[in-house]
């Protein structure tokens, strides 16, 4: 029953972590958030279809889990902010597509589902919180037959830690179903769009001309950084018209914005800190170097970010600065205190064993637990008996465990932390010898493990590891925190705050356009409670002092400047944006005036004109923009103008990204490359495939979709 121990693997502990984690969420930040937004239950909605509060956090507090489950850590703030995007974006594609759909009648079946599954090559089934062989890396449909058995049969036999692990797994695989389905769906119906776009042989040729025809010129380009801005006289007026041509494409905003002001102040640690922390980093080296009894404790009580596991691993499962110093420890051996810059921290680390292990075991075992430990004990020694006495190790473990086969278990699977009970098993089994058979307690149960196969051999060290970041004191703490808090009561309004700043020894920073659904202020970890402020405030508001970024390390004030709604952004707010294009549209204007006045026929001709370049382009084909090494920057436009140019004829002045340029093609050749219409109509269906991905673009662009998870989170 690979995949249920695969599950006690984890231990009660995860069960009890997961468990207060998410009553913590219920009880504490998600009560206050009912009592902040009594009057709102949704985080938003896409064309009427609401998705409450409830159901989207329950979709957050599945992925993180299952990312935890996957990676072995907790995801820190800003990643939580993209899984709360990703669910959010997955909600939206599922409405606008389920629409669709429903209006093509388009479905994905039970069936198609299941053959999906079956065939177990699709790269979403990578993502599977159960199903992934951890041995081949790959999903095997059987491990995800075997869970689902185990759940449908002996659920109600489970103890509740193992029943409440068995629950949380499969309402994390019924929601991958779910979105595995809507995936299909939009596959199905991304196929379908691009097979409306149809080609035939023109296009083909076509194709086949613009890449294999390529082009030899002489050019003269005058760049426009070489003409003076006051050159040119840009208007309002022609700024409108750059505003209108772009107000679609550019300046249409799907959610409310606002513009800030704000003052960020970042708390270091202090000399005396730093002192401080040397001198307790000291003293831990001199107790690891006497008699510790445990070391866990010693760690823990020391604030390490290491955890101790009492194991033996790999160099891999360690810091780099750590291991970098392996090679020249003995066993006993204490090193440090040290500093690392990389990390930030003060080290203490003391080498108490390493030996060479196996790098892989592959093993079985039979878990036995009755309602008493006698009664565990007799099952537990009569199974041991009947295996010595010649059964069959298999045998036994399907009758008493159900189906399975004996696994893999790799080293490289422990290098980010395993809880101590699970240490002191896996140490016992990859000590074990080659067809050793024992028991071992674990929780209430008796485990009988028999090792069939070792491979590999890594040496493995078991390390105590002090790591300490060097961080504030409380004490440097309040200094600064009454220090800022003084300056901002003293200045209460933007114009204050923007005034006196620099003489406080602060900087006032501008962000605009800042958006609802971003991830905070600036660069600035755990901020978003400042940015909700930002959008319930007033223009001219300015804000309480925010505690924030990573261990509250970081002080923000905010003063909101602007707010734009829902829509398109006014012009008087964008045109200084349009302003370098316009200059640069005036440049090329003047340019090539001034070059159709001279009436000049050759390149020559040109060499003689100021600030004017020329030189020569080879091999230019219609397939790829031109590289215009001295101008700097690809060149769209001479793609066409080669394509069209009679040859040895100066071409008309055009306009293109970095300058005015003119051709004179003095040669075309055709490549030898083997072309044939099969080949061509394959490529112009994967552009089609493309082309039809961006209909969702379209779909959200025409929807009706508010989103007010700012509100919340």
Known sequence: MATLQSIRSKGPLLVVVIGVALLAFLAGDFFKVFQTHSNKTNVGSVDGESYSVMDFQQRVNEEAESYKARTGRSLNDREMSQVRDQVWQAFVLEQLVNEQASKLGLVVTDDELQNVIEAGVNPILMQAPVGVNPQTGRFDKDILKEFLVNYSTQRSQMDPQMAQMYDMLHSQWLSFEADLRLQLLVQKYQSLIASSMLSNTVETEYMQEGRTTQYDALYAAYPYRSMPDSAVTVTDADLKVLYDKYRESRFKQAEEGCDIKYVQVTITASDKDKADLLQRMTETASTLRGKVD?????????????????????????????????????????????????????????????????????????????????????????????????????????????????????????????????????????????????????????????????????????????????????????AEYNKFSQFVAGNQTIDAITANAEAAGYRVQEQRDLLSSGYGIGNVANSREALRWAFNAEVGDVSQVFECGDDNNTMLVLALTGRHEKGYLAFDYVKDQLRPEAIRDKKAEKIMADWKARNLTSIDAYKSLPDVVCDTLKKITFAAPVNVMRIGGGEYVLNGLAAKSQLNQLTQPVKGNAAVYVLDVYSTNKTNENTNDENELRIISMTYQRSASAIFSDLVDKADIEDERYLFF
């Open 294 to 478: 445990n070391y866990f404790a010693q760690v823990r009580a020391n604030e390490s970010t290491e955890t101790y596991v009492d194991m033996l691993r790999t160099k891999d499962a360690f810091p780099r600065d750590v291991t970098s110093r392996l090679d020249t420890v003995a066993v006993g051996e204490v090193v440090g205190p040290y500093m690392n810059v990389g990390d930030n921290t003060y080290n203490v680390f003391k080498l108490i064993a390493k030996s060479n292990q196996a790098d892989s075991v592959n093993f079985r075992n039979i878990v036995v637990a009755r309602p008493t430990q006698e009664a565990t004990q007799a099952l537990a020694d009569s199974i041991m008996t009947a295996v010595k006495g010649g059964a069959d190790f298999n045998a036994l473990a399907d009758k008493y465990n159900g189906p399975g086969q004996p696994q893999w278990v790799y080293s490289a699977q422990f290098n980010a932390g395993i809880d101590e009970q699970n240490a002191k098993y896996f140490s016992e089994l990859f000590a074990a010898a080659e067809g050793a058979l024992y028991q071992s307690k674990v929780s209430d149960m008796t485990v009988i493990t028999k090792v069939f196969e070792k491979r590999g051999s890594k040496e493995k060290y078991n390390l105590a590891i002090v790591k300490c970041p060097i961080t504030f004191s409380d004490e440097t703490y309040s």
